[in-house]
């Protein structure tokens, strides 16, 4: 369906008004699943249709594209590439501006969200449409984590968002639960990470490495940008956390691995350490020793092979130096964490008070062990 006629923003399209519809910018890592997720639960979302864009026909990639295809998502494309795509059997249904047009949230799952930004969805703005983009795009929007920060959401005014990484829910998480407490009282004296990432995702044919690669101290104040990332997301809540944090690359794919030692202002036992860990739905505790069992237990038992948990903590690894610091490691499901809070956030544009309500249908995939 190509459009054309007089629109200012994009000629001839008019958004189907009533109708609930997202389209998602990228097939990748993140993009993939989330389009799959969302197709998946269509109707228990309450959305009405979903769209997605891929930039590059590919041979290679259309496979995947059919099978989104058969879930019920519409592909869209750059006007271009149509025939491109049509002439590789990969069959679009909108033009790309078009589709941003069209929908009411738009989740950009691309390392150019804040260029898309300034391009395309500043021009779309109004309406109650909201604009997502991930971890990488520091500054696109308010910042946010799936029942971290939920409440520092305004409607109204924040019509752009940004997911956070994976590793910064990792650490979100982490001192969220075991630090600040149901209470969320300032309980954090200072935190410090080791974020061990992987080298590259299965699904990536490049950038894996041979040896394990040390990351700079880019940012005197936080280390490195999981730090600062987690920082800022808790001053979105008027909180003003002394985190730190390094990182460096490791000759794996299977998932992040990261050290945390937290010290706070007053004694937390480690019994209740482990109720409040024991507590959270985002929070998954294992026994495994190896992030490659781990993954594998994603692959088998996630959704689309993903684990939806914000971390996963080896509870071998829990200890306590003294009454006011607690030492452990855990695992980050890159390739899932943030997947919960896009869907999140897309909800909140679209149902700002059932959201949560909505969110329930995904709780089976949310494990309390791995």
Same mark, same amino acid.
């Given at each position: 369906?190509?459009?054309?006629?007089?629109?200012?923003?994009?000629?001839?399209?008019?958004?189907?008004?009533?109708?609930?519809?997202?389209?998602?910018?990228?097939?990748?890592?993140?993009?993939?699943?989330?389009?799959?997720?969302?197709?998946?639960?269509?109707?228990?979302?309450?959305?009405?249709?979903?769209?997605?864009?891929?930039?590059?026909?590919?041979?290679?990639?259309?496979?995947?594209?059919?099978?989104?295809?058969?879930?019920?998502?519409?592909?869209?494309?750059?006007?271009?590439?149509?025939?491109?795509?049509?002439?590789?059997?990969?069959?679009?249904?909108?033009?790309?501006?078009?589709?941003?047009?069209?929908?009411?949230?738009?989740?950009?799952?691309?390392?150019?969200?804040?260029?898309?930004?300034?391009?395309?969805?500043?021009?779309?703005?109004?309406?109650?449409?909201?604009?997502?983009?991930? $971890?990488?795009?520091? !500054?696109?929007?308010?910042? %946010?984590?799936?029942?971290?920060? +939920?409440?520092? @959401?305004?409607?109204? #005014?924040?019509?752009?968002?940004?997911?956070?990484?994976?590793?910064?829910?990792?650490?979100?998480?982490?001192?969220?639960?075991?630090?600040?407490?149901?209470?969320?009282?300032?309980?954090?004296?200072?935190?410090?990470?080791?974020?061990?990432?992987?080298?590259?995702?299965?699904?990536?044919?490049?950038?894996?490495?041979?040896?394990?690669?040390?990351?700079?101290?880019?940012?005197?104040?936080? $280390?490195?940008?999981? !730090?600062?990332?987690?920082? %800022?997301?808790?001053?979105?809540? +008027?909180?003003? @956390?002394?985190?730190? #944090?390094?990182?460096?690359?490791?000759?794996?794919?299977?998932?992040?691995?990261?050290?945390?030692?937290?010290?706070?202002?007053?004694?937390?036992?480690?019994?209740?350490?482990?109720?409040?860990?024991?507590?959270?739905?985002?929070?998954?505790?294992?026994?495994?020793?190896?992030?490659?069992?781990?993954?594998?237990?994603?692959?088998?038992?996630?959704?689309?092979?993903?684990?939806?948990?914000?971390?996963?903590?080896?509870?071998?690894?829990?200890?306590?130096?003294?009454?006011?610091?607690?030492?452990?490691?855990?695992?980050?499901?890159?390739?899932?964490?943030?997947?919960?809070?896009?869907?999140?956030?897309?909800?909140?544009?679209?149902?700002?008070?059932?959201?949560?309500?909505?969110?329930?249908?995904?709780?089976?995939?949310?494990?309390?062990?791995?």
């Amino acid at each position: 369906m190509n459009s054309s006629g007089n629109n200012p923003a994009w000629p001839g399209v008019t958004r189907k008004m009533g109708k609930k519809i997202v389209h998602v910018v990228g097939t990748g890592t993140v993009g993939e699943p989330l389009i799959g997720i969302l197709s998946t639960f269509r109707e228990q979302f309450g959305l009405d249709e979903v769209t997605f864009h891929k930039r590059t026909p590919l041979l290679t990639d259309r496979s995947k594209v059919v099978v989104l295809g058969k879930k019920g998502a519409k592909l869209c494309v750059d006007k271009d590439r149509w025939q491109a795509f049509k002439e590789m059997g990969m069959e679009p249904h909108y033009e790309a501006e078009e589709a941003i047009d069209r929908a009411n949230v738009v989740i950009d799952c691309t390392p150019v969200g804040n260029e898309n930004k300034e391009k395309y969805y500043k021009r779309y703005t109004g309406n109650g449409r909201g604009f997502i983009a991930q $971890g990488s795009e520091f !500054g696109f929007g308010q910042m %946010y984590a799936r029942g971290i920060n +939920d409440k520092a @959401l305004k409607k109204g #005014s924040d019509s752009f968002v940004q997911i956070v990484s994976c590793n910064t829910h990792n650490l979100a998480v982490l001192i969220d639960t075991i630090a600040l407490g149901p209470e969320k009282e300032d309980n954090l004296e200072e935190g410090r990470f080791v974020c061990m990432r992987r080298a590259n995702d299965l699904s990536q044919d490049s950038e894996f490495i041979a040896a394990p690669e040390v990351e700079k101290h880019d940012d005197p104040r936080f $280390g490195t940008h999981q !730090g600062r990332d987690a920082h %800022y997301l808790f001053k979105t809540l +008027d909180l003003d @956390l002394d985190i730190y #944090s390094s990182a460096l690359k490791l000759n794996t794919q299977y998932m992040h691995t990261i050290h945390f030692d937290l010290k706070m202002r007053r004694g937390v036992g480690m019994d209740e350490v482990m109720h409040r860990l024991k507590s959270n739905r985002r929070i998954a505790l294992t026994n495994k020793k190896s992030a490659a069992s781990v993954f594998s237990f994603g692959r088998d038992h996630g959704i689309f092979g993903r684990i939806l948990n914000q971390t996963v903590i080896a509870s071998h690894t829990l200890t306590m130096k003294g009454d006011r610091e607690v030492i452990g490691m855990c695992f980050t499901p890159q390739d899932g964490n943030s997947l919960g809070s896009s869907i999140s956030a897309t909800l909140w544009f679209l149902y700002p008070d059932s959201y949560e309500e909505r969110l329930k249908v995904l709780r089976p995939y949310f494990f309390s062990e791995i």
